[in-house]
């Protein structure tokens, strides 16, 4: 019985968990009488895709997923390989200050965003970076908790193979890449996994840094689908399916990685 009561615990907390989900889905495939009508329809009575094809009518929509796609993949390339290298040298490597200098590292994450964001634009404005994709990535490319992440990972790969790795000659780029990245593949699919998801679905700092509509990402994108008068919430759900499919795509493809490196150590069998 107490099980049979957990289950239907855990299955309610599933269900309201994913209504949004479906209903983000099922407006999507509705017109606006449709999605407008009292009591609410669950279920579409006449499902159509007039709303996906509405968005992609807008010349400028490929170009949009293009700077997402863009913005998120090189931001999460570029944090794969600065925290491995990052975390590899702050939890194995001994040097003068190691300790000192991570913990001021790591206070960094204390500090919210929204303190930095003036002193940041500036900096861009100085360099010239203002409405590029240098300003997007750039400042996103070593993020504290991914190193962080990184750093308490390889805490625990053992460190009697790096010694004999040492033994056989290889440097410590050499001593990464060929033995550090392969046992750390679990946290490298949790970093990837998060830093994707963050950086796709990131709105504020792309609100303030691009200023034409050509270098818009997806989220700057929808939010002009909103209006003060009115608002086209099919077309809105519409973009928000669009949104939310690459995030499920990666979860889905590494989530036997992810699920992993959340619960085991990085030591393989």
């Not at 615990?9 to 889905?25: C, E, H, K, N, T």
């Not at 170009?63 to 040298?89: C, D, K």
């Not at 913990?103 to 010239?128: K, S």
């Not at 790096?162 to 392969?182: F, H, K, N, T, Y």
Request: proline content about 6%; overall charge neutral; aromatic content about 16%.
């Amino acid at each position: 019985m107490p099980r049979i009561l957990a289950y239907v615990i855990v299955g309610s907390m599933a269900i309201a968990s994913l209504m949004p989900l479906y209903w983000m889905f099922t407006t999507s495939l509705k017109d606006q009488a449709a999605y407008m009508a009292q009591p609410p329809e669950m279920l579409p009575g006449d499902p159509t895709l007039a709303n996906f094809g509405q968005l992609f009518a807008n010349p400028n929509m490929l170009r949009w997923i293009f700077n997402s796609a863009f913005v998120a993949l090189s931001v999460t390339g570029l944090n794969l390989v600065f925290a491995t290298l990052a975390g590899y040298a702050f939890a194995k490597m001994s040097f003068p200050g190691r300790r000192w200098m991570f913990w001021i590292y790591l206070a960094t994450m204390m500090v919210p965003f929204q303190v930095t964001i003036f002193a940041l634009f500036q900096l861009m404005v100085t360099i010239g970076w203002v409405n590029t994709y240098w300003a997007l990535i750039i400042p996103a490319m070593a993020l504290p908790y991914n190193v962080f992440l990184m750093r308490q990972f390889m805490h625990t790969l053992p460190n009697e193979i790096l010694d004999a790795g040492r033994i056989d000659g290889c440097s410590e780029i050499q001593l990464v890449r060929r033995v550090v990245v392969p046992m750390s593949t679990n946290g490298l699919a949790v970093v990837g996994i998060f830093t994707f998801i963050t950086t796709w679905n990131n709105f504020l700092w792309p609100l303030v840094i691009l200023n034409t509509e050509e270098m818009r990402t997806l989220p700057i994108a929808l939010s002009t689908f909103q209006s003060t008068n009115e608002t086209d919430y099919g077309l809105l759900m519409a973009g928000g399916v669009l949104m939310a499919i690459p995030m499920f795509m990666i979860f889905f493809a590494f989530q036997r990685y992810f699920l992993q490196g959340v619960t085991f150590g990085g030591l393989k069998g």
